[in-house]
T-cell receptor
Framework: AQSVTQLGSHVSVSEGALVLLRCNYS??????LFWYVQYPNQGLQLLLK????ATLVKGINGFEAEFKKSETSFHLTKPSAHMSDAAEYFC??????????WGAGTKLIIKP | NAGVMQNPRHLVRRRGQEARLRCSPV?????VYWYRQLPEEGLKFMVY????????ESGMPKERFSAEFPKEGPSILRIQQVVRGDSAAYFC?????????????FGQGTRLTVV
């Protein structure tokens, strides 16, 4: 069975600092991997996705993620944090062409 | 160019009442997915529907929960005789035929509170 582990339920960074949100997955087949962002009381917005093309995936709002098969990781990064990045971030893996398996989420806190 | 529309955004029900959650997919999308998000947890898959068909309901609780996606109108997630443990955010997503989750768009969710 597939699973997703997000390390750290809360991550705090200073404005302008590097953002690194960790995601590790387990999958018996080549996975599709996703990062979504959820702002307070809002829906889920797709940040980026990996679908077996380039291993470095660029998304919206300056975020990117790198698929590392050897490490079974898909960590999300952004070079310089902005106050508007404060939100909850979810990593998800696909075990089929429709069902997503989700991590528990990481709340990103930006310190002024 | 409306996205996935869910209503109501917030729903309060007393224990034992029925909750009906509605989801209108993106125009042209024929696939709908429902997910539940419990507090402090990630989303859990509930059901996958196509027009007039339930494709996969493996994530649905065996009792009290049902879902439909009729030929006309929105998809409905129905919870009968709600209990406090049903309090959660329920998200709907839709996708066009053949795209599955690689092109799924999510609604803003319905936050159900059972009192």
């Amino acid at each position: 069975a597939q699973s997703v582990t997000q390390l750290g339920s809360h991550v705090s960074v200073s404005e302008g600092a590097l953002v690194l949100l960790r995601c590790n997955y387990s999958s018996s087949v080549p996975p599709y991997l996703f990062w979504y962002v959820q702002y307070p009381n809002q829906g889920l917005q797709l940040l980026l996705k990996y679908t077996s093309a380039a291993t470095l995936v660029k998304g919206i709002n300056g975020f990117e993620a790198e698929f590392k098969k050897s490490e079974t990781s898909f960590h999300l990064t952004k070079p310089s944090a902005h106050m508007s990045d404060a939100a909850e971030y979810f990593c998800a893996v696909s075990d089929s062409n429709y069902q997503l398996i989700w991590g528990a989420g990481t709340k990103l806190i930006i310190k002024p | 160019n409306a996205g996935v529309m869910q209503n109501p955004r917030h729903l309060v029900r007393r224990r034992g009442q029925e909750a009906r959650l509605r989801c209108s997919p993106v125009k042209g999308h024929s696939h709908v997915y429902w997910y539940r998000q419990l507090p402090e947890e990630g989303l859990k898959f509930m059901v996958y529907l196509q027009k007039e068909n339930i494709i996969d309901e493996s994530g649905m609780p065996k009792e009290r929960f049902s879902a439909e996606f009729p030929k006309e109108g929105p998809s409905i997630l129905r919870i009968q005789q709600v209990v406090r443990g049903d309090s959660a955010a329920y998200f709907c997503a839709s996708s066009p035929p053949g795209q599955g989750n690689t092109e799924a768009f999510f609604g803003q969710g319905t936050r159900l509170t059972v009192v």
